[in-house]
């Protein structure tokens, strides 16, 4: 196997803590090894306890380790959605060459120019996406390299998050003695791939159903355009068979994987089955149809929620429908839910890779094509580059540095920041 050619993803959920090693050999990605662990410490995409989520992130990592046998050094990095904020950003630069053509030193310079504008000290910039750039008021233009100009402008979308929620995830990948190649907003790279182009390109909503969440992501003309989280996910639906029921939660979840099905008119009251009570020996009848009313209320929920947070988004039409994925998406007759509750064109995104044909590895498998798009763009294999952001304490950090050593690291993060944003736009106009 030729270690050159892969790739190793890590998704921070709500509910469980994904690592996916992937072999990438002549664009075709090879899922050859998993790590799926149960998360502690992470309530609603935002870290709340960093022991727990270090000890989840290296149970998953083992796994993944035992499965390939490849030591796991340097993964790509997913950032939930959480307080992120897209905001316009504009650079211009003149043309530096003496025969006017625009080389990759003019796009450095641009980049640089739009990241002027001044980033609230509790905010961290995540990526950069070129929305067009203009070449002597030439404009729509996808790649400038080669043409011939004396100005050159960008206009773009900065995404930012929360400084706080960014640092906590940097420090719980850090303490779990990994290093980081990429950093990338979650949505963003589990839409881009989940979506068609079509789909991205007529305005599309992609809905990531997770444990404790659900995050939306609108693309329009090919680019992420809106982002939005709302405070419920399947974690709730557990919770609310759990209660009615009078079930343990390991019970509830194992019933709604089982059983579970989200369009009421559709489920069985034939199909029956015994539910143990908790605290007792006994144990309860329920039917299919019983139990999926109790789903079908808490997604009726979470969809209307959606819609309000679409709305607040401004966001009024969606031509190309809306796109599911996530763990919750693997429900049942969810798709019937969707299309009944936001009359709209609804299907369902599961990755077609052996071993992760299920709709929760989505963002894990978004993250590592993602990054091997950037990777081949740039004709770079996926060691050639060094860590955005290299780890602060671990084993090999030598103890009479470490003082110091997050300070160096901070500096490093920020200046790789632009070298890593600036790669970004590239993908967007391949």
Known sequence: MNHQNIYISLDIGSSSIKVLIGDVTDGQLHVIGVGNTKTNGVKKGTIVDIDATVQSI??????????????????????????????????????????????????DRVFESAQVMSIPPERELVNIIPKQFIVDNLDEIKDPRGMIGIRLEMDATMITTSRTLLHNVLRCVERAGLNIKEIYLQPLAAGYFALTEDEKNQGTAFIDIGGGSTTIAVFEDGLLTHT????VGGEHITKD????????????????????????????DDEVFEVPVVGTDATEEYSQKFISEIICSRLE????????????????????????SGGVA????????????MQTRVRIYI????????????TAVGLIRYAHMEDEFFGRSPASKAPV?????????????QSHASERTDNEYKTSVFDKAKRLFDKFFE
């Open 330 to 341: 693997s429900l049942e007759g969810i798709a019937q839910l969707a299309r009944q509750v």
């Open 228 to 231: 939005g989280v709302v405070p």
């Open 351 to 362: 990755p077609d890779y052996i071993g992760v044909r299920d709709p929760s590895y989505t």
């Open 241 to 268: 068979l759990s209660i009615i029921l009078k079930t343990p939660t390991e019970q509830a979840e194992k019933i709604k994987r089982e059983y579970g099905h989200a369009f009421y008119e559709d489920a069985s």
């Open 58 to 107: 290296k149970k998953a990592v083992e796994q993944a380790e035992r499965m390939t046998g490849i030591q796991i050094r340097e993964v790509v990095l997913g950032i939930p959605a959480n307080q992120t904020v897209l905001q316009p950003v504009k650079g211009v630069v003149a043309v530096n060459s003496e025969n006017r053509e625009i080389t990759d030193d003019d796009l």
């Open 389 to 401: 952001y290299q780890a602060v304490g671990s084993v090999t950090t030598p103890p009479k540095k």
């Open 301 to 324: 929920e979470m969809f209307d929620l959606v819609l309000d947070e679409l709305a607040r988004l401004g966001v009024r039409d969606l031509p190309g429908g809306i796109v599911i």
